[in-house]
């Protein structure tokens, strides 16, 4: 895992993550409901051994990259983002964000990071599509998504749990010829 070769955005740096990311401070963005209330994969609480185990997996997962996003000027870790769902076979992927940081929330390093992952997904991957599934509630994120130049393929009806009810999740996606990296 070379980080050298990693694509850089203008406001934050990627670098693979490692076994010593498993920190207080990435727990505790995974502990915060603001943070992960459209991660439907992230059951509370969140225990430093899960924690320990995911990273584990995700590393040792040949179809996965997890990366630290980090403020560029600094080199300070304040989200993550995992390439995952890599499909070498079909050029397809997902790429899921989480900018843990709430101090680093609201000022586009989502949409940076996200913009690095695309030109990760495309130009080191080889990809030539890559999907997201987002709850419609999730404004800020499609928001992000639909700046990026993501169209909607279709929508899962009532397909998540939410404090009131259930959410639907959208389909959406970004062939690398729509992002100009064909």
Not at 115 to 134: D, P, S, Y
Request: net charge neutral; hydrophobic share 40%.
């Amino acid at each position: 895992m070379n980080n050298e070769r990693l694509p850089q955005g203008n406001l934050v740096s990627l670098r693979y993550a490692s076994p010593d990311d498993a920190t207080a401070e990435y727990l505790s963005w995974l502990n915060d409901p603001e943070v992960v209330m459209h991660l439907e994969t992230v059951p509370q609480p969140y225990t430093m051994v899960m924690l320990q185990r995911y990273i584990a997996a995700a590393l040792s997962d040949n179809n996965s990259h997890l990366f630290m996003v980090c403020e560029k000027v600094t080199g300070r870790p304040v989200g993550t983002m995992r390439v995952h769902n890599v499909n070498a076979q079909h050029g397809t992927c997902n790429i899921g964000i989480m900018i843990g940081d709430r101090a680093s929330r609201g000022k586009g390093m989502g949409t940076d990071a996200y913009q690095t992952g695309i030109m990760f997904a495309f130009g080191q991957l080889g990809m030539r599509k890559i999907w997201e599934a987002v709850n419609a509630r999730n404004l800020a994120s499609l928001a992000m998504f639909r700046k990026l130049g993501f169209h909607e393929e279709g929508r899962w009806k009532a397909h998540v749990r939410t404090g009131d009810g259930y959410d639907d999740k959208i389909l959406l996606s970004l062939f690398s010829r729509e992002a100009g990296t064909a």
